[in-house]
């Protein structure tokens, strides 16, 4: 294979064969192809498109190019979930000590996030004393005793993805439908779980903004999931809206706990109610408790709290708090239409709770409380959303962010909610 | 301007603005820019393309990365010339000399070719004694007595597109037209001549194809030249055959000296003349001798001895041979109907003429020789072509090249050849 003729031949739509992708992808990995070279591929690729055959190369190729990890001394059903990243996702929080609960054995790796708040490690990190650097034989004797684990992944899985999405993020390629399915799935397929849940987010706040192409992707990651017998099921999901009342790092982490302790949001509560039927379909365990009672009888809540434990934090030292805060109230009195998620979503990441350089600190603290959702009746004057922020230079920027992303109605029109889970795809 | 978004407008159609491509070729140039970005934005230009301002801005990006090239010191009109490449294509050794004869000042600035046979530094390097590196000094003093020099572009003249192109060359982004122009005519312009010739070949040993699509390069130079203030002319030329009688260094040194002696093939005074003609239009000396006239009373022959001798070169010593020879005969009689370009240029690049990598050296003697042109009547068993090698071993893969690249139809039939000059733009 020579590279030059392989970027030439996705340039001009040509298929590319399973063994060249290999090959490039393996060669790139080990530094043989030059950065120049790849990110030329890979904007031809991005709009060329890729096949699903393609696909299932790159995905394949990314998976082979470091270590899988070995989760054959758990007896139980072993579970993953992924979310394609919204604003307000706290479902991991949740969902994690859930299938603990129902007696599943949940590994959840993730990555540093570039979203609008951290990412799942950096929600964690806000914990005091929370550790999620786990080595391999820590991880798996964490999971064996007490069910669970939420933790950084490490640099043995799947080296191609990492040093691949790291120059899509600084060439423009990121957006690309089988990139972003192979890049999800190969860790995913890493991690080792032998059922996959994936949480495809649509709308204003996620990356899809339409339903086609969120289904367009689902229905390839769920593809490439079940060519590795790997159970695996994606549910597409609103985020026209934040999910939940808060956006923010240690303010999803309490909001979390409320739903651990049998409240919290309706929203959250639906989600990752779903998401765990669906998981204990996956595992085979339909008969087990249903994923609500584990809320509302304090299993889940255990589990997190042993979680926390084990990984050195302390689930009742108080959370950091931003020291200041700033209220943005309803101008008018009526029916709240539209919180869009977006710009919420912009509001968090400019008070602190999100990064934009990899090396960027997150403000724990940081973030949007919000006091109403769609649908809610509103009267003019109340406090509508709570920002904070460690420095009252951010709230600027924020108020500006939120201005123009909620729409106050007529309390009397008709209101029809939108439902929150659209569609499932596999399974 | 953040360069990951100029990638992302261009991938997505959105057109750049010329602020955005300075920054662009100057941040690239200077490696502030690194080269995965480039190829990134090449990419996305070569498959969404390039309006005719942006091509603008890019061709004055180029030309503004290095110094111009000051003529001011001649007195007489300047003249260039540049040739997109082609099997067989000696006609800048002819086009130099004759326009030098004519009364023009010539300046030739050529870089190192990567074709089926050497560039023309290549070419004139196989005459024994040759420099073909000149300093800006030497240069302007040997044109304001002479007429004429060929020889190396110096490194001072347009980095930019030295550095785009070796990105270019190995991240398949070469055959975009508004960045094949651009390059052509930012080297041009940093030349520094009143008047310049584009000679754009078409066919099957051509980078163009097809009429439709060397058209539409040849307006692009051209607008660009005009832009500029220059007198810009591309002529659309033949390239489906060979042009002349010969493919190889040497051997094409030979023919032309042939042509400047007043004989050599119809085809090669065809076009040297015409290209004559068009300098002289351009140059507003239509009361000139006429071109032809130049080649058959010597006066080209003197401007091209001066030239040799100036540039520390032997006219008299013999051209450096091929140690070895293979003929292939007709296989049968009739009227040679095809002889195609690229097996005669793939053939005399097997055989040594040319070079796959830049570092690589040339055979100054290897090559073809064709002994038919199509239109010719041959006798099966006659030589058709002679090949040249510096090792025997070289024939096999070129006799495997030509073989299937000329078709021998019925002696009676309807023959009307093609045009050698098919188009003319701008003038």
Redesign the interface.
């Known amino acids: 294979m020579r ?3 392989l ?2 031949a996705k ?1 001009d739509g040509q298929s590319i064969s399973s063994q060249d992708l290999h090959e490039l992808i393996y060669g790139f990995t080990r530094q043989s192809i ?7 591929f ?3 690729g ?3 498109g890729f096949s699903f055959a393609e696909t299932v190369a790159l995905n394949d190729a990314m998976l082979n190019s470091g270590e899988r990890l070995d989760l054959s001394q758990l007896s139980g059903p072993t579970v993953d979930k992924h979310s394609t990243g919204g604003v307000g996702d706290s479902t991991t929080l949740v969902v994690a000590p859930l299938a603990a609960a129902l007696g599943m054995q949940m590994i959840k790796l993730s990555g540093r996030g570039l979203g609008f708040t951290g990412g799942t490690l950096d929600k964690l990190e806000s914990i005091p004393g929370m550790r999620t650097q786990l080595g391999d034989d820590e991880l798996i004797s964490q999971v064996s005793q007490i069910g669970l684990a939420v933790c950084a992944q490490t640099d043995k899985l799947d080296p191609a993805d990492r040093a691949m999405y790291a ?1 899509r ?5 990121v957006g690309s439908p089988a990139l972003i399915a192979s890049s999800i799935m190969s860790k995913k397929l890493a991690g080792g779980a032998e059922t996959i849940l994936l949480d495809v987010k649509v709308g204003s706040g996620a990356f899809m903004k339409d339903v086609a192409r969120a289904r367009e992707l689902a229905s390839t990651m769920v593809g490439l999931g079940i060519a590795h017998g790997v159970n695996t099921v994606a549910l597409l999901t609103n985020m026209d809206t934040p999910l939940g009342l808060t956006a923010g790092n240690a303010l999803e982490v309490a909001e979390s706990l409320e739903v651990l302790a049998g409240g919290g949001p309706t929203d959250v509560v639906e989600l990752t109610v779903t998401l765990a039927r669906e998981m204990l379909i996956g595992c085979g365990m339909t008969a087990a408790k249903d994923p609500s009672d584990a809320l509302t009888d304090g299993s889940a809540m255990d589990s997190w709290r042993r979680m926390i434990r084990a990984q050195g934090g302390d689930p009742d030292a108080p959370l950091p708090a931003a020291s200041s805060t700033h209220v943005v109230t309803a101008p008018a009195s009526g029916r709240l239409t539209r919180l869009d998620a977006m710009a919420v979503g912009v509001a968090a990441w400019r008070l602190g709770a999100g990064r934009a350089r990899k090396e960027d600190a997150v403000s724990f603290g940081a973030g949007v409380v919000m006091h109403a959702k769609p649908g809610d009746l509103v009267v003019g004057g109340q406090p509508l959303l709570t920002l904070y922020a460690d420095d009252e230079a951010r709230f600027g920027g924020a108020v500006e962010a939120v201005s123009g992303g909620f729409d106050i109605g007529s309390p009397d029109a008709a209101w029809s909610g939108s439902a929150l889970v659209l569609e499932k795809v596999g399974g």
Chains 1, 2 share one sequence.
């Open positions: 590279v030059v003729e970027i030439a340039r030059p950065d120049y070279q790849m990110s030329a890979l904007m031809a991005y709009l060329r120059l993020d600084v060439t423009a390629t």
